[in-house]
């Protein structure tokens, strides 16, 4: 019994721990899920093929985005572990060269969306007039890639340290500013001319910009843990790479799965896959904002725990903020599975694209529980260092059930929408088996004791 008490009141500990860490987050994320939403609803006051042609466009806009979040990953790993070390110096270094990492691997895709946005998006099937608005938003958004490199990045150093409230605040205003710009630019209201989808894609511009700018300012100045320096370790920028880089395949190869996904939504028809934008679109803005705050938070705490030298807390730790994901985010996919259509007629009055995304988002509400415990436990080992585990959990589901069974579902089952949407939940099942095995089993808390110790960092 005494026990029994013990455990509920170390889980009680960690809960409060963690949402008192990912509150910022997810206050970050609700804006940025409803920046993204809203730029769904300005677009579908056009119609359904301005929602397509976004949607398409962001298909190449998540490679940035990809890579951003893979060195953020890695700096987020060296950054709570060396917190947790008191390691300042080799912390300082390693935000330092994350960011000059990503702000370099943005460049390339000034030059991708400039020249081969519309080609790019008319490659995958898509109508003429989608692939000329889906460029136009493209080439204006990539322009930024390497602000979003960076400002995603600045985000996750901070974030490592245990300051979640810096970049909730700079997020925040970001984010809104861009809604405003999306509903100003993009239906020309205050004088502004109407400027439709390539307003919308200006607005996200400019808040990238601003959000990169202001980060490093704050990373800069001495108002909170963690500064630049001058790079000069090489150990550190060999661990960087080396844990970033299964984040930055994996999203990678996640972004390219999504492509032949999108074909085969378009083999059903545009509404199809204006259907399936709204469907996600509805499932991250009211879960994404949690789960994403949840995985965040497992990654410093684990980082942070790992750094103190206690791997069994850790383990601990990690578990029971799958639980509480569990808890929270599975009971509201819940409820949005049994009133998808109430949800989804908010983005478009098209009956028929209603009808497709009510499907989509009772897929994502079922498939919730599974997909908030993998993002977790993945969030989790990646704090340790384990990027490779995740990796291999989401690709094998993406490429198995998410690409594999929704093709053969439409093509040779012809189950239409109802197949792909089937073929959604069980990539979620999936990738939560195979990242659970790897919580359970895997040697990552050993991994993250050698890498300490590589740089000098590790605790006595």
């Known amino acids: 019994m005494e026990a029994d008490r013990s455990v509920r009141a170390r889980v009680i500990a960690t809960w409060k721990q963690v949402l008192g860490l990912a509150w910022p987050i997810m206050a970050e994320q609700t804006t940025r899920t409803l920046m993204r939403t809203v730029d769904i609803i300005v677009t579908g006051l056009f119609s359904p093929a301005a929602i397509a042609a976004i949607g398409l466009a962001d298909l190449y806009a998540r490679l940035p985005l990809r890579i951003g979040l893979g ?28 960011l000059l990492l990503g702000a370099l691997a943005g460049i390339p895709f000034i030059a991708f969306g400039f020249l081969l946005g519309e080609p790019a998006i008319a490659i995958l099937g898509a109508e003429s007039e989608v692939a000329r608005m889906g460029g136009l938003y493209l080439g204006t958004v990539m322009a930024t890639a390497p602000a979003r490199h960076v400002g995603l990045i600045a985000a996750r150093s901070l974030q490592g340290t245990g300051d979640t409230r810096s970049p909730m605040y700079v997020n925040v205003v970001s984010n809104l500013l861009n809604v405003a710009g999306s509903v100003v630019l993009g239906l020309g209201y205050f004088g502004f001319p109407e400027l439709e989808i390539v307003g919308v894609g200006i607005a996200t511009a400019v808040a990238n910009v601003f959000t990169a700018v202001v980060l490093v300012v704050v990373i800069a100045g001495p108002w909170r843990q963690g500064s630049l320096v001058r790079p000069t370790d090489p150990v550190i920028t060999k661990q960087l790479l080396v844990v970033s880089a299964p984040r930055i395949a994996e999203g990678g190869m996640a972004t390219a799965l999504d492509f032949p996904f999108n074909s085969i939504l378009l083999l059903l028809g545009t509404e199809v896959n204006a259907a399936y934008q709204v469907g996600r679109r509805l499932y991250q803005q009211i879960t994404g904002p949690l789960s994403r705050g949840y995985n965040v938070a497992a990654s410093v705490v684990i980082g942070q725990q790992l750094g103190e030298g206690n791997p069994e807390e850790a383990r601990f730790s990690g578990w029971a903020i799958a639980g509480l994901g569990l808890v929270t985010v599975g009971l509201i996919g819940v409820v949005l599975a049994g009133f998808a259509y109430r949800f989804v007629d908010v983005f478009t009055d098209d009956a028929e694209t209603i009808e497709y995304a009510a499907t989509f988002a009772r897929a994502y509400g079922i498939g919730a529980p599974f997909l908030v415990t993998y993002i977790v436990l993945a969030g989790a080992l990646q704090g340790a260092g384990d990027t490779i585990t995740p990796m291999v959990a989401r690709i094998s589901g993406l490429v198995i059930f998410y690409v594999g069974f929704s093709y053969a579902a439409v093509t040779s089952l012809e189950w239409g929408v109802t197949g792909i949407a089937v073929g959604i939940v069980l990539n979620f099942v999936w990738a939560l088996a195979v990242v659970a095995a790897g919580f359970r089993y895997g040697g990552w808390a050993e991994k993250a ?11 006595d």
């Open 71 to 98: 060195l953020g990953g890695g700096a987020i790993a060296l950054s709570s572990q060396d917190t947790g070390t008191g390691a300042t110096a080799t912390r300082d270094e390693a935000i330092t060269q994350s």
């Open 449 to 459: 004791a050698r890498m300490m110790d590589e740089r000098g960092t590790a605790t």
